[in-house]
């Protein structure tokens, strides 16, 4: 069964930075395409970054660009969140997610993702 673990998040203050990570027992070829996901209070899950592994490939939403990057090693079988210069509505609960198909990659098309962490959440207050 794969099994994604998120760790990193936690509480900043506004302009704080975290780094999330997203493990796998898995080795993360097998997913060529992998993204984070966030749900703040209140409001539906949205995408907010995606990477195709094969070509270094990488796409985020607007509202986080030039604050968050996403990165994987493949070598440690781990995906990454950089997130610098937090504000307030990066507050959620961020999940990581899979995906065995590279078609369309990088993309956040929510239901394409075949494979989902629990989520680690990450409190940014002002």
């Known amino acids: 069964q794969v099994q994604l673990v998120e760790s990193g998040g936690g509480s900043v203050q506004a302009g704080g930075s975290l780094r999330l990570s997203c493990a796998t027992a898995?080795?993360?070829?097998?997913?060529?395409?992998m993204a984070w996901f966030r749900q703040g209070p209140g409001k539906q899950r949205e995408g907010v970054a995606s990477?195709?592994?094969?070509?270094?490939?990488?796409s985020s939403i607007d509202s986080v660009n030039g604050r968050f990057t996403i990165s994987r090693d493949n070598a440690k079988n781990t995906l990454y969140l950089r997130m610098n210069n937090l504000k307030p509505e990066d507050t959620a609960m961020y999940y990581c997610?899979?995906?065995?198909?590279?078609?369309?990659?990088?993309?956040?098309?929510?239901?394409?993702?075949?494979?989902w962490g629990q989520g680690t959440q990450v409190t940014v207050s002002s």
């Open positions: 997610a899979a995906s065995a198909s590279l078609w369309g990659c990088p993309h956040l098309e929510e239901s394409s993702y075949e494979y």
């Open positions: 990477s195709l592994s094969s070509a270094g490939v990488t």
């Open positions: 898995e080795n993360t070829f097998t997913f060529p395409c």
